[in-house]
């Protein structure tokens, strides 16, 4: 597996204060080191030029930190925190589009997303840089089959709003949403998988007055992310 490592201030500070398992902090600077060092066990490293140019692509203001490894939770975590919302990707594969669904559901105060163990993008150093901190905070639950965990979900008293444009899909900011409840987003080719569909209590869609014929699944998880908790919370 390839190396996990987080880069910028405020997000190796925010790892460090939420007790990531960090293996190693590295700074650029003695002033940078004192920062670290006052909040963490974990005593900070200085390093030269030459080795945070090999992260000049990622923004590091001079702070990355190395995990050993990310916490990835079961599906019992739902059971337990009960959360009012949940975000499920059925197979997203794009680390960029991970990385920047789990920013956005961090901003809109989702703490658990849900996806495949196979055939579904993992959590990469792409994905935590893309996402700006998001991950803090997140739990990631993967599952060995989406279908059966939308199943014990539903049992669970949730209702499974599922975005796709087909005969039964009304638009997202027509529909009344119920809570507790589950946002399920589809690959970004083949889009939400019937099985699914089929499970879902709700098909919904993003109505668009444009030429473009689709949106991105990034773009299109913040609009009805927002759109449903504003609604819910009118409620």
């Known amino acids: 597996m390839k ?63 190395t995990l050993k490894d990310f916490p990835i939770y079961q599906l019992n975590e739902i059971e337990k925190d009960k959360p009012n919302f949940i975000l499920i990707l059925d197979h997203i594969q794009d680390p960029y589009n991970f990385g920047a669904i789990i920013r956005t559901a961090n901003a809109a105060g989702i703490k658990h997303i849900i996806l495949p163990k196979e055939r579904s993008v993992g959590i990469t150093p792409t994905v935590l840089k893309i996402s700006s901190g ?17 199943e014990k979900i539903k049992k669970m008293g949730y209702w499974i709003y599922a975005s796709a444009l087909n005969e039964k899909a009304t638009s997202h900011n027509k529909t009344r949403y119920n809570h507790p409840c589950a946002l399920v987003v589809g690959n970004e080719m083949k889009g939400v998988s019937q099985p699914i569909l089929k499970l879902s209590d709700q098909v919904i869609y993003i109505k668009q007055n444009g030429s473009v014929q689709s949106l991105n699944v990034s773009v299109a998880t913040g609009i009805l992310l927002f759109e449903m908790i504003k609604k819910i919370e009118d409620n």
């Open 134 to 150: 998001g991950f803090i905070g997140m739990k990631i639950i993967k599952v060995g089959s989406l279908n059966s965990a939308v």
């Open 3 to 65: 190396k996990l490592f987080i880069c910028g201030k405020n997000s190796v500070i925010d790892a460090v204060k939420a007790k990531m398992p960090i293996e190693n902090i590295y700074v650029n600077s003695e002033i940078n080191k004192k920062k670290i060092d006052e909040i963490s066990t974990l005593k900070s490293q200085i390093k030269d030029t030459k080795f945070f140019s090999e992260f000049n692509d990622n923004n590091h203001q001079g702070f990355i930190a």
